[in-house]
């Protein structure tokens, strides 16, 4: 019922900056907490970091704490990653995904797990060079 779609990715040499747009449709996401999740080949899904509904709480991944930053503009159903400083390590495809249930809190674990997402996007390409 929610589309969500990546753009932004691309080719960055190390040390450099790429901001991700995921932009939602079919209806609002301003209700529900967002999430970015990656994947490199030969390896699992992983978590990189989550936004609440209205953006007062985000959380990270250790290993990109410190250089990226979620957003999110409800008014343009959109949420965001600024990813600077980016290591050859960043690279993968990277998705986005809402959760749409309803809580009476928002923790880090839930954020952290995937099987907590309704609706994922296709994905965008990362690509770090050194």
């Known amino acids: 019922q929610v589309q969500l779609v990546e753009s932004g990715g691309g080719l960055v040499q190390a040390g450099g900056s790429l901001r991700l747009s995921c932009a939602a449709s079919?209806?609002?996401?301003?209700?529900?907490?967002m999430g970015w999740f990656r994947q490199a080949p030969g390896k699992e899904r992983e978590y990189v970091s989550a936004?609440?509904?209205?953006?007062?709480?985000?959380y990270y991944a250790d290993s990109v704490k410190g250089r990226f930053t979620i957003s999110r503009d409800n008014s343009k159903n959109t949420v965001y990653l600024q990813m600077n400083s980016l290591k050859p390590e960043d690279t993968a495809v990277y998705y986005c995904?809402?959760?749409?249930?309803?809580?009476?809190?928002?923790?880090?674990?839930?954020?952290?797990?995937?099987?907590?997402?309704?609706?994922w996007g296709q994905g965008t390409q990362v690509t770090v060079s050194s």
């Open positions: 995904a809402a959760d749409t249930k309803r809580r009476l809190s928002y923790t880090s674990i839930w954020a952290a797990n995937p099987l907590e997402y309704d609706y």
């Open positions: 936004i609440s509904w209205r953006g007062g709480i985000t």
């Open positions: 079919g209806r609002s996401i301003s209700s529900y907490a």
